[in-house]
């Protein structure tokens, strides 16, 4: 754009990418639901390569050897974080990863420290406060 030389590239990539999940699940409802076997095809290939980002997920060696399925798998993993980001974005939960989320000392997820010793973050402008 003339005014502000920078608009394009924060709108296409900081933006775009936001929807981004969004467009592809509508994208793969869409071609479940529209008659025609090109939709058909298409959507059978997002959902083989949902399948294969989900087997990455669960054997990562297959991300090695199969590289299309390390991209299917970051695609995944990303859409998923966005997913959970809008999510707590729009109930209002700014929470941030704590100590709390830290394994415990059994190895199992949950409290790590005492609630007095854990720091807390409430909203996007609060710091976390240290206590000893």
């Not at 050897?65 to 998923?80: F, G, K, N, W």
């Not at 974005?89 to 609630?115: C, H, I, K, S």
Request: charged share 15%; with cysteine; glycine share 8%.
């Amino acid at each position: 754009t003339g005014r502000n030389p920078v608009r394009f590239e924060f709108v296409s990539h900081k933006l775009c990418r936001l929807l981004v999940p969004f467009a592809l699940i509508a994208m793969l409802v869409s071609s479940w639901f529209v008659p025609g076997p090109a939709y058909t095809v298409f959507a059978g290939l997002q959902t083989a390569g949902y399948l294969l980002g989900a087997i990455a997920m669960v054997w990562p060696a297959v991300g090695t050897v199969v590289r299309p399925a390390e991209v299917a798998r970051a695609v995944l993993v990303l859409s998923a974080a966005t997913l959970v980001a809008f999510i707590n974005f729009m109930t209002n939960r700014y929470a941030v990863w704590t100590r709390e989320m830290a394994l415990n000392a059994e190895g199992q997820w949950g409290r790590a420290l005492p609630d007095e010793a854990t720091p807390r973050v409430t909203g996007p402008g609060d710091a976390p406060r240290e206590t000893r």
